[in-house]
């Protein structure tokens, strides 16, 4: 069952409490130690790019409304974890990251999608943690707008 959505105040009290310095900006570091507590434990490199991908005024942190942005994908990519979790592992294998990541669109050939899986499973377990799974989906989306971005006609092509 899905978490009741915070109300605006809600993420106005979580932001202030991550923001240590009080400027009105996270940083890597402060979100890196709000993450943790919430038992997702990324390299400090990982949280950057969270960061430059919800960043959308290039200041290299993130304010309120873009922390906004960011509650609702890690909402969503759990929700979407959680969901494509058929046999309630705690862990997704090959066949359930294909299914998920079809679900969000993305048609990717056998072998393709095989090299990105093992990429996000550095034990070799076969199998994807939360954590995994949200790196996966953060290189996904990257990948698309790096894609997007050299296909200005959207042919879904790049010549």
């Given amino acids: 069952m899905a978490a009741a959505r915070p109300t605006p105040e809600q993420l106005r009290k979580w932001f202030q409490a991550i923001d240590k310095d009080g400027n009105n900006e996270l940083t890597s570091i402060e979100l890196q130690a709000a993450l943790q507590l919430g038992n997702l434990n990324f390299s400090l490199a990982t949280v950057a790019h969270i960061i430059r991908i919800h960043d959308k005024t290039g200041s290299g942190t993130i304010n309120f ?95």
Avoid at 119 to 145: K, N, V
């Fill in 65 to 159: 409304e873009e922390f906004g942005k960011l509650h609702e994908f890690l909402t969503h990519v759990q929700q979407s974890f959680e969901y494509f979790d058929r046999d309630r592992s705690g862990t997704l294998n090959f066949d359930e990251v294909t299914n998920a990541l079809q679900h969000a669109g993305y048609k990717l050939d056998p072998p393709a999608l095989r090299v990105i899986f093992n990429r996000f499973d550095p034990s070799r377990s076969g199998s994807l943690q939360l954590t995994e799974f949200l790196a996966l989906t953060l290189f996904m989306r990257s990948a698309t707008a790096t894609f997007n971005a050299f296909d200005s006609n959207r042919a879904g092509t790049i010549r």
